[in-house]
Each structure stands twice: as structure tokens, then as C-alpha cells.
């Protein structure tokens, strides 16, 4: 079947264009339509018996934000996801909400969700070679494995600690890293395929 190149170039810059060219309204619009994409994505949990934290698809959605929204809004996504959730929406795991949940042992995955968003998205709008399949996936697992992982296992520190609980390295890694392994590669898998079939390879 013949493929013509330039129709897959044209319909993958067609995003990037409409995007930039796109009102301040409609890319806050965006942005909050893609808060509520990751309240749904929250709602997706399974939970681990030796971890208080859920297993989600909320890093899925918080990639995809910084891909398609770019550094501004990818991140403001993610800021609006967690206000409104601390304003009381019940949009966070399980459908809670409230500061509460800023405490709790996944507080910190929502900082780093902002913190990947924002990332991901300034390298993808300013570095054309970071669009291409291997790169793209070199930078979602890096994302993901630090730019989330580390805000998520600080937050997670300070709340078994405040448990009372003696956390050393490994417990810590076992509770906030290892349940969350294989499923966070196919997320990375889904997001790098999703980004390389829409993301254009030319500025």
C-alpha cells in the first residue's frame, strides 16, 4: 500500500499548528480538559497490599498533557488537576479530594506529574529530535522514573514517617517503585507510541 510521506507530515504538524495558533482560552480549555482526563485516569486504581500507594494511570495522563499541550499548558493541566482536586472536586483516587490527599502518600507522584508535564513538554516544542520514536522514549522514561518517581518517594518518606513506621531505602522502593514498574513501561509504551504517531519530526 503506497504511503505518502507528505500527507503524514501534514496531518502530524496540523496539532502543532492549530495549537499555536490556538487563544489563550481555548489552550486554558485544553488544559482543563486534560485535568479532567487524569481525574478519569485516577479512578483506573488497583491497589498493592504492602504499598498505601495506588497503582493509576494518571502518569499516562500527565505525559500525553506535556506531549500534545506543550510546557505551558501541559504543566498548567496538572496544576489545575490538583487545586481543583484540593478544592474539594473528588477527582483524585478513589474520588477523594481535599489537602488531605496532598498529605497522603501519593501527594508527592502529583508534584511530579506537574514537574513531567511541564518537562517533557518544553523538550518536545523546542527540540525536533526528541520527537522521533527512540527519543521519545528515552525522555517518557525519564519522566516517568525521575521526574515522578522522586517527588512521589519524598512525599512518600515523609508520610510513612509520620506513621511512625522506620522507612529505610528499600523499604521505600519496594512500597514506591517496585508495584508500579511493569505497568508504568506500558504507559511509557502507549504514551511514546501515541506521541511519535501524532508529534511532527520537522519544526
Not at 479512578?43 to 500507594?53: D, G, L
Request: aromatic letters at 14%; a neutral charge; hydrophobic letters at 55%.
Amino acid at each position: 500500500m503506497f504511503i505518502n510521506i507528505n500527507k503524514i507530515h501534514e496531518i502530524q504538524s496540523s496539532w502543532y499548528n492549530w495549537r499555536q495558533n490556538a487563544s489563550t482560552i481555548t489552550m486554558t480549555l485544553m488544559a482543563f480538559i486534560f485535568a479532567c482526563f487524569t481525574g478519569l485516569m485516577a479512578q483506573v486504581s488497583i491497589a498493592v497490599p504492602w504499598s498505601p500507594v495506588l497503582i493509576t494511570f494518571q502518569t499516562f495522563a500527565a505525559l500525553m498533557a506535556g506531549a500534545l499541550l506543550g510546557e505551558k499548558y501541559g504543566g498548567l493541566s496538572m496544576i489545575l488537576y490538583m487545586v481543583i482536586g484540593v478544592l474539594g472536586v473528588p477527582w483524585f483516587s478513589h474520588g477523594l479530594s481535599g489537602i488531605a490527599t496532598i498529605l497522603s502518600a501519593s501527594g508527592g507522584y502529583l508534584f511530579g506529574f506537574i514537574i513531567a508535564a511541564t518537562f517533557t513538554g518544553y523538550v518536545f516544542d523546542n527540540y525536533n529530535n526528541a520527537r522521533k520514536p527512540l527519543a521519545t522514549m528515552a525522555l517518557m522514561l525519564f519522566a516517568n522514573w525521575v521526574l515522578i518517581y522522586i517527588p512521589g518517594l519524598v512525599g512518600l518518606y515523609f508520610y510513612m514517617t509520620s506513621t511512625g513506621a522506620t522507612v529505610t531505602l528499600l523499604s521505600l522502593i519496594m512500597a514506591g517503585v517496585v508495584p508500579f514498574l511493569f505497568g508504568d513501561t506500558l504507559k511509557v509504551l502507549l504514551a511514546t507510541g501515541i506521541s511519535t504517531s501524532i508529534l511532527p519530526k520537522e519544526d
